[in-house]
């Protein structure tokens, strides 16, 4: 109902409607996201001279005494020991879920950072439904008129690398998912299927109805923060109280709330404020550098 979401959310989207000349355009990658959009930022990255490094979970923040950061512990894997990493300036792109349990607890202690405990992650699933046939000839992103699927397209019509003529393949979200977030994967599929009889009345009723030849199911327990009513006032902002660490997320404030683009401005949002915190200048250039080192104290074990 009206009091379960924010008019913020809908102006917005209105508002980005009307005055961005674009703003109604929908865009999808014509591929894999890990091949179209996680690939060509790792060699963005790694050919700049930076490196991109999975498997490292960082276990703690250390502070200084003066309660800036004074280095990342990352928690060693298989065996391996833990490894501190320490650089000039520390940026977070954790969601505000993990970013919560990671704070140091001196931190916790802070206005700006409290101001997090009033955001929360909402639960969503994504489902990829492959058919034994077209369903529909639309190159666009739908909305839906069923109370279970928000939204969804034909990948076969709007992606390159699933392009097909005869078979459609449906990407759907499920939402609101809290109450499905725990059931089977089949359970899930079995509600969409019912859903989308209602939709697609003319492939799944008859003597010849469609057929579901394979589907997967995407849960994420805690994606964007949920948009109920006053959410906005706590939104950070990407600079923090502390010198040397920023936080990059969706969450963070931007104006385009919780979505992959808001995420996308939150970063760019970041590095300006690093860029303008430590600027260039003729006699030093500030170097954004990261070193590490196997970590020593036992009591961090």
């Known amino acids: 109902g009206p009091q379960e979401i924010s008019a913020t959310i809908i102006l917005t989207a209105l508002n980005r409607f009307l005055q961005e000349k674009n703003g109604s355009k929908m865009a999808f990658l014509d591929g894999s996201p890990t091949e179209r959009l996680c690939e060509p930022l790792v060699h963005k990255i790694t050919s700049g001279g930076g490196e991109v490094r999975l498997n490292s979970p960082l276990k703690e923040i250390v502070l200084n005494d003066d309660g800036t950061v004074k280095h990342f512990l990352i928690r060693g894997l298989n065996g391996a020991a833990d490894e501190i990493l320490t650089a000039d300036v520390y940026v977070s792109a954790m969601s505000v879920d993990v970013v919560k349990v990671m704070l140091p607890k001196p931190w916790k202690q802070m206005e700006y950072f409290q101001k997090l405990d009033g955001l929360e992650g909402v639960p969503v699933i994504n489902l990829?439904?492959?058919?034994?046939?077209?369903?529909?000839?639309?190159?666009?992103?739908?909305?839906?008129?069923?109370?279970?699927?928000?939204?969804?397209?034909?990948?076969?019509?709007?992606?390159?690398?699933?392009?097909?003529p005869d078979r459609s393949m449906l990407e759907l979200v499920l939402a609101p998912a809290k109450d499905w977030i725990n059931k089977t994967d089949a359970e899930i599929v079995d509600a969409t299927m019912a859903e989308l009889k209602k939709l697609f009345p003319n492939h799944f009723c008859g003597d010849n109805p469609a057929k579901l030849l394979k589907s997967r199911v995407v849960k994420t327990p805690r994606s964007v923060y949920t948009a109920t009513p006053g959410r906005q006032q706590y939104r950070p902002s990407q600079t923090t109280p502390i010198g040397n660490f920023y936080l990059a997320g969706s969450y963070t404030m931007q104006r385009y709330l919780g979505s992959m683009e808001g995420a996308v401005l939150s970063g760019k949002l970041t590095a300006q404020a690093i860029a303008e915190t430590f600027p260039k200048t003729g006699e030093k250039q500030a170097k954004i550098l990261t070193t590490s080192q196997p970590a020593t104290n036992a009591a961090t074990v």
């Open 128 to 164: 990829h439904l492959w058919f034994d046939r077209k369903l529909t000839d639309i190159d666009h992103l739908l909305f839906s008129r069923s109370p279970l699927l928000s939204v969804y397209a034909d990948m076969s019509n709007t992606c390159k690398e699933y392009s097909n």
